[in-house]
């Protein structure tokens, strides 16, 4: 058994462990509340929830901290190492394809859909004692202490989420009745979870090309084609995109359908899951290819606008990638300093060598850049459901903001975590190589880092202009962090400045596209700078944040010279500060801040 770690804090995150003299081992994470101990977010929360959302809900984030460095952590690890099972037919040989998954999943499932109910929360009241639906700031803090430990599963419980939510805005009235109460229901025996089919062999990021047809048979869609990527394979209901015969080519001519696994009869509906994905992470929730042989789909919304319809779950999957992302880079933290601060090499302690806490930097800060760009992200949708226009410019350039840097940060970090450890990093019974394995579907799903920048650049900067609202709102924000000193908010206010000319200059010229992933890059770090140095402002706040902002604007919204010394003296005093255990005040930092 590993031994619990003692918690001390590293910046706003407190970790941290001894090893176990006798086989000099470092232990991790395992039986440590990773609400407890991640400083951060509970002093983020205090700050993105409502006060009385707060209290109300902060058990429940004690709770699921405690499983998540508990039981959930041990379930996923088992899991992992015991993927589903397809069976294409019966012992009787008809094609009743099922999928077999290990008990520690269907444990994990109790605890998502059953005890938790992420898959209802921001729908109904009724979910962790509420009144009303959950905040998206309290559902995506939720998804990120659960991703801590298990990611799999994440896929499956936020599209079915997702789906609800389509269902809910486009369906008929008639589809709802039919749908929602099941996949709606708390009773994990007979509840309905939803997926989302979309990607087909002759397109992925271009969605114009899939073949997949519907027809209208006696008065009923019948879909014909094969889907080539298909997470939860087995949902009880998918959304999936279809061309209906006649209708144009490309983006235009698609429309959007519920595909039900079972008939109002029971039977199973006319598809086939063909084969399972022997992939490279993700590996306790089944990824599959399923084969539509005349299924009956029922149409949702208007066929004409069905990839419109879908890039609205699109774009909450894409929140819900970043946090995810988010959340991984934090067990990276916490791992890291576990090990750091347990480690003896040469008689210290390996978090006493300047190169060590260089390396700790780097896992760390863009750790804490995703942690406040969620929040922040997942505040402006909460602002924009109550009707807010400019929470809604936010969240369009927020969303895919978030998707595009904090899942590229998450592979270099969970790497940097794994060599933190050291050669047992790289072996299969530590939580390492899960999380490198993990990390990289975050580049692919829901569209590539390609994509995620281009839709930034051409549609959010280009077409609606979001990133003046975000602008503006990021400049207010630096104009009321006035205990921060002037002199290092001009800094940022110039690289605010520098980096909006940047992104019209791109997004205005089509010769300079392949400047589109610099563009999505600078704009997020100029805004997880400004949004942690407004943080660390906050009274009581720990100012800690303010230097992880300093780090962002160093290296990597300034210019670096490769043949000077990268770490200056500032950087010595800062990593000092952020590696010691004395509380920090915005006074302590002011020679810091400049
Ligand atoms: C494990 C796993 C599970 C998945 N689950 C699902 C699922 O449940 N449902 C679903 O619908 N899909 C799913 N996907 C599919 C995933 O969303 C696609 O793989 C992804 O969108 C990329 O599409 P593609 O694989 O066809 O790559 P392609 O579109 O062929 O892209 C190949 C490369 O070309 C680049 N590229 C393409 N167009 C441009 C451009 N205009 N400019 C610059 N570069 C470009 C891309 O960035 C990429 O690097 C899953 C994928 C994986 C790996």
């Not at 749908?179 to 309905?192: F, N, R, Y």
């Not at 419109?308 to 933290?333: D, I, P, T």
């Not at 563009?519 to 997880?528: D, E, K, N, R, T």
Request: hydrophobic content about 45%; proline content about 4%; glycine content about 8%.
């Amino acid at each position: 058994m590993h031994a619990p770690p003692s918690h001390r804090s590293f910046g706003n995150t407190q970790a941290g462990g001894v090893a176990s003299g006798a086989d000099h081992i470092t232990p991790d994470c395992a039986g440590g509340n990773f609400y407890e101990i991640d400083r951060g977010l509970r002093d983020l929360l205090a700050l993105y929830l409502e006060p009385i959302d707060f209290r109300r809900l902060e058990p429940h984030f004690h709770r699921l901290g405690a499983l998540s460095g508990g039981r959930l952590d041990e379930l996923a690890r088992v899991a992992d190492k015991h993927p589903p099972v397809l069976n294409a037919r019966d012992r009787f040989g008809r094609d009743e394809d099922w999928i077999d998954y290990h008990s520690s999943y269907r444990e994990m499932e109790s605890i998502a859909f059953g005890d938790f109910q992420f898959h209802a929360m921001s729908h109904r009241a009724g979910t962790l004692g509420m009144d009303r639906p959950l905040p998206a700031v309290a559902k995506y803090a939720l998804q990120y202490l659960f991703v801590q430990a298990e990611f799999g599963l994440m896929c499956p419980i936020s599209v079915t989420d997702t789906s609800i939510h389509l269902i809910r805005k486009f369906a008929s009235a008639e589809l709802k009745d039919y749908l929602l109460p099941k996949m709606l229901s708390d009773d994990t025996a007979t509840q309905w979870k939803g997926t989302q089919f979309m990607t087909e062999r002759a397109g992925g990021s271009d969605v114009g090309a899939i073949e997949t047809t519907a027809r209208c048979e006696d008065g009923v869609w019948r879909l014909y084609g094969d889907k080539w990527f298909c997470s939860h394979a087995d949902a009880d209901v998918a959304l999936l995109l279809a061309r209906p015969e006649g209708a144009p080519t490309g983006t235009r001519g698609l429309a959007l359908f519920a595909l039900p696994r079972r008939m109002k009869d029971g039977r199973r509906n006319a598809y086939r899951i063909v084969r399972l994905k022997d992939k490279l992470g993700t590996r306790s929730m089944a990824s599959g290819e399923i084969l539509l042989e005349g299924a009956v789909g029922y149409l949702v919304g208007d066929p004409g606008r069905g990839l419109k319809q879908m890039m609205e779950q699109v774009n909450l999957s894409r929140l819900s990638h970043g946090v995810r992302a988010a959340a991984m880079m934090r067990r990276c933290v916490n791992e890291a300093m576990v090990c750091a601060r347990g480690r003896i090499a040469f008689g210290k302690t390996i978090v006493e060598f300047p190169l060590l806490r260089r390396q700790l930097l780097k896992i760390a800060v863009p750790s804490e850049q995703s942690l406040s760009m969620f929040l922040f992200t997942a505040s402006a949708m909460d602002r924009a459901n109550a009707g807010s226009k400019e929470a809604e410019g936010l969240l369009r350039i927020l969303t895919p903001l978030l998707k595009f840097r904090a899942c590229r940060d998450n592979v270099p970090v969970a790497t940097g975590a794994m060599e933190v450890r050291g050669g047992n990093g790289y072996i299969e019974e530590w939580v390492h190589a899960r999380l490198i394995r993990d990390a990289h579907i975050g580049v692919l799903w829901e569209g590539t880092s390609n994509i995620n920048a281009l839709d930034i650049v051409n549609r959010a900067i280009g077409k609606s202009g979001a990133h003046r609202t975000l602008g503006e709102a990021l400049a207010k924000l630096l104009d009321e962090a006035t205990p921060i000193p002037s002199t290092f908010r001009a800094r940022l206010r110039l690289a605010l400045k520098r980096t909006l000319a940047f992104a019209e200059r791109v997004a205005a010229t089509p010769a300079l596209e392949a400047s589109a992933r610099q563009v999505a890059s600078s704009l997020y770090h100029v805004a997880s700078a400004i949004l942690m140095t407004r943080e660390a402002a906050q009274p009581g706040a720990d100012a800690r944040r303010a230097l992880y902002a300093r780090f962002v604007l160093e290296y990597r919204l300034g210019a670096q010279d490769p043949l000077e010394p990268a770490a200056g003296d500032w950087e010595r005093q800062a990593a000092e500060i952020l590696f010691s255990e004395r509380p920090v005040a915005i006074g302590d930092l002011a020679e810091l801040l400049v």
